[in-house]
């Protein structure tokens, strides 16, 4: 399958500052990629669509202004979490999919983050 | 209703046994179904696409869809202990791009 590589794997960072997270496609184009987060022992929540060169588009309930989704290119989509706190410490993975609509997506390694 | 449901187990299984995990999913209209693996503290690995009715089989994993009862399975047969993880359904909609996960199965294979 497809490979898409998201860094950093874990950070730690204290209250009030800022994290980026990045996905990248090695080996495709991705016109879509999607950011999730996850809880212990929970399933995956999505929390946003981001398209290369457009707005990502945020599910209900999810701060666009705390978690900057840029996608400038085909193979890159940034997450940034802005003045952490320690509830957004969880598990952050990105997924991408190339082509049309019903292609598979594939995920990244996912981001350990914890706010101290 | 959710979206796309699964029984959230645990289902544990002996090894070499053939393990049965089920889905549904509620908007007659998709397209789409895959089953991912997700090993603890890891992310989800794809294992199987489907996108018309019946089986379609890889290696020891078979998928099969019946969209008029609306329900995806997997089938893992020889079920070795390397197969414990949580196994996830995920179905996008109609008219949507976006995969809908349910809640996953975890799974144990019992040596």
């Known amino acids: 399958g497809a490979v898409v590589s998201q860094h950093p794997s874990r950070v730690i960072c204290k209250s009030g500052t800022s994290v980026k997270i990045e996905c990248r496609s090695l080996d495709f184009q991705a016109t879509t990629m999607f950011w999730y987060r996850q809880f212990p022992k929970k399933s995956l929540m999505l929390m946003a669509t981001?398209?290369?060169?457009?707005?990502?588009?945020?599910e209900q309930g999810v701060e666009k202004d705390k978690f900057l989704i840029n996608h400038a290119s085909l193979t890159l989509s940034t997450l940034t979490v802005t003045s952490a706190h320690p509830e957004d410490s969880s598990f952050y993975i990105c997924s991408a999919r190339d082509g049309g609509v019903n292609t598979e997506a594939f995920f990244g390694q996912g981001t350990r983050l914890t706010v101290v | 209703q959710k979206e796309v449901e699964q029984n959230s187990g645990p289902l544990s299984v002996p090894e070499g046994a053939i393990a049965s995990l089920n889905c549904t999913y509620s908007d007659r209209g998709s397209q789409s179904f895959f089953w991912y693996r997700q090993y603890s503290g890891k992310s989800p690995e794809l294992i199987m696409s489907?996108?018309?009715?019946g089986d379609k089989e890889d290696g020891r994993f078979t998928a099969q869809l019946n969209k008029a009862s609306q329900y995806v399975s997997l089938l893992i047969r020889d079920s070795q202990p390397s197969d414990s993880a949580t196994y996830l359904c995920a179905v996008i909609a109609s008219g949507n791009e976006k995969l809908t996960f349910g809640t996953g199965t975890r799974l144990t294979i019992i040596p």
């Open positions: 981001s398209n290369e060169g457009s707005k990502a588009t945020y």
């Open positions: 489907i996108y018309s009715n």
